[in-house]
C-alpha cells in the first residue's frame, strides 16, 4: 500500500487503533479553521509519500490557529524529495512515553511477508539499520497466515518493544 499519514491514520482509527483527531487541509485559511476545530495547538503535517519530511521542514509544532496558517502557507507547494505538497495534515499533538518502529514489507524473493521492527523509533530507521543493524529485526510472516497474536508477540519480543505492542502489531495487519 502507499497511503498518505492521513489515510493510514484513518484506517488504524477504523480498526480501534487510538490517534490523535486530525483533519486535513488543501488551503492556508482550511487550516486555520482546521487548527481552531482542533484546540489551536497542533503539529502541521505535509502529505507528501516520501520519508523524511520532518527533516525537511515538512512537520511543525503551531501554538495557535494563526501559526498553523502560516506554517501551512510555507508548506503548501513546497517540493520534499520530487513531491509536492498539496494537503497538510493538522493533528492534536501528544506527548509520547516512547516511540517504536514497524512496518510489513513484501518480500518478493522468499514470497512472504517481513516485520520489520525496532525499539529505537522511526524518524531516522535507515540510519538505524545502516549504524546498529542488530537494532532493527526482520521476522518473516507467512501471507496465508498473517499476524496472529502469537507472531505479534514473537516480532514485540524480537524488536525488544513494550509488551502491549504485541496486540497492536496483531491489530495492524
Known amino acids: 500500500m502507499d497511503l498518505y ?11 480501534g487503533i ?8 488543501d488551503t492556508a485559511k482550511e487550516a486555520r479553521a482546521c487548527a481552531e476545530r482542533l484546540g489551536g495547538r497542533v503539529v502541521v503535517k ?3 509519500k516520501t520519508g523524511g519530511r520532518g527533516k525537511a521542514g515538512g512537520v511543525k509544532l503551531a501554538a495557535d490557529p494563526a501559526a498553523a496558517e502560516l506554517t ?3 508548506m503548501l507547494g513546497m517540493d520534499i524529495k520530487g513531491h509536492t505538497v ?4 493538522l493533528a492534536e499533538p501528544i506527548s509520547t512515553e516512547s516511540e517504536f518502529y514497524v512496518s510489513y514489507a513484501l ?5 512472504r511477508f517481513l516485520a520489520i521492527a525496532s525499539a529505537e523509533g522511526g524518524m531516522d530507521i535507515e540510519e538505524v539499520a545502516a549504524t546498529r ?29 513494550p509488551e502491549e505492542a504485541a496486540a497492536t502489531l496483531a491489530g495492524l495487519w
Open 46 to 48: 505535509a502529505q507528501v
Open 18 to 25: 487510538l490517534v490523535p483527531r486530525a483533519e486535513v487541509a
Open 107 to 111: 518480500d518478493r524473493s522468499a514470497g
Open 86 to 89: 498539496r494537503t497538510v495534515m
Open 72 to 74: 501551512a502557507r510555507q
Open 133 to 161: 543493524p542488530e537494532a532493527v529485526v526482520r521476522v518473516p510472516v507467512d501471507p496465508a497466515v498473517g499476524v496472529t497474536r502469537a507472531k505479534a508477540a514473537e516480532i514485540a519480543a524480537a524488536a525488544r518493544l
Open 5 to 15: 499519514e492521513h489515510q493510514a491514520r484513518e484506517l488504524f482509527e477504523e480498526y
